[in-house]
């Protein structure tokens, strides 16, 4: 069945602390996959993407993910994280073709 | 502006009170779709349409009903709510082959 993973429920670090946020999938090809990020009371905006080509993809604010086909991840990495990225983070794999399934969503808190 | 628009943003109604939630892009998308947040669920596919006339259920349909009649707009319909329907409804758009852009939300409370 095709489902998307995101373990952890709640992340905290501190202000210019480096983060990775997990994301792993089951899927029957190899997907689309996205990163959304959704700041309080606001809708979902796209951080970055993958559909083919090099692993290693850059987003916007500074975010990046890598696609590991043997692992079937799509961690989300930022160097340092600023206390503007206090948000909750969606992992999503898909296609056009066929729906966008969305994990469940990490949320981040940032300590000054 | 390139933009999804969702009206209303909050609503509160009664069980069994026929609404509508509409949903209208600007970006000439073909493809439309509506969700719903919940806690710990993520967000869940409702129904989905692929051009006008064309629409399809999604994960969760039970309860909803869409109409495609023209491809900015794709209303959501809820013929008699319930409240285990309430959520915050998100629409999204997308051209072919490409990322989906989401609206803003609306925030469904049914008493």
């Known amino acids: 069945a095709q489902s998307v993973t995101q373990p952890d429920i709640h992340i905290t670090v501190s202000e210019g602390a480096s983060l990775e946020l997990r994301c792993n999938y089951s899927?029957?090809?190899?997907?689309?996959l996205f990163w959304y990020v959704q700041s309080p009371g606001q809708g979902l905006q796209l951080l970055l993407k993958?559909?083919?080509?090099?692993?290693l993809v850059q987003g916007i604010k500074g975010f990046e993910a890598e696609f590991k086909r043997s692992q079937s991840s799509f961690n989300l990495r930022k160097p340092s994280v600023h206390w503007s990225d206090a948000a909750e983070y969606f992992c999503?794999?898909?296609?056009?073709?066929?729906?966008?399934?969305f994990g469940t969503g990490t949320r981040l808190q940032v300590f000054p | 502006e390139a933009q999804v628009t969702q009206n209303p943003r909050y609503l509160i109604t009664v069980t069994g009170k026929k609404l509508t939630v509409t949903c209208s892009q600007n970006?000439?998308?073909?493809?439309m779709s509506w969700y719903r947040q919940d806690p710990g669920l993520g967000l869940r596919q409702i129904y989905y349409?692929?051009?006008?006339?064309?629409?399809d259920k999604g994960d969760v349909p039970e309860g909803y009903k869409v109409s495609r009649k023209e491809k900015r707009n794709f209303p959501l319909i809820l013929e008699s709510p319930s409240p285990n329907q309430t959520s915050l409804y998100f629409c999204?758009?997308?051209?072919?082959?490409?990322?989906?852009?989401f609206g803003p939300g609306t925030r469904l409370t049914v008493l």
């Open positions: 999204a758009s997308s051209p072919s082959t490409d990322t989906q852009y």
């Open positions: 999503a794999v898909g296609t056009w073709t066929d729906k966008l399934i």
């Open positions: 993958y559909f083919s080509g090099d692993t």
């Open positions: 349409s692929m051009n006008v006339e064309v629409t």
């Open positions: 970006m000439n998308h073909e493809y």
């Open positions: 899927y029957g090809a190899t997907p689309y």
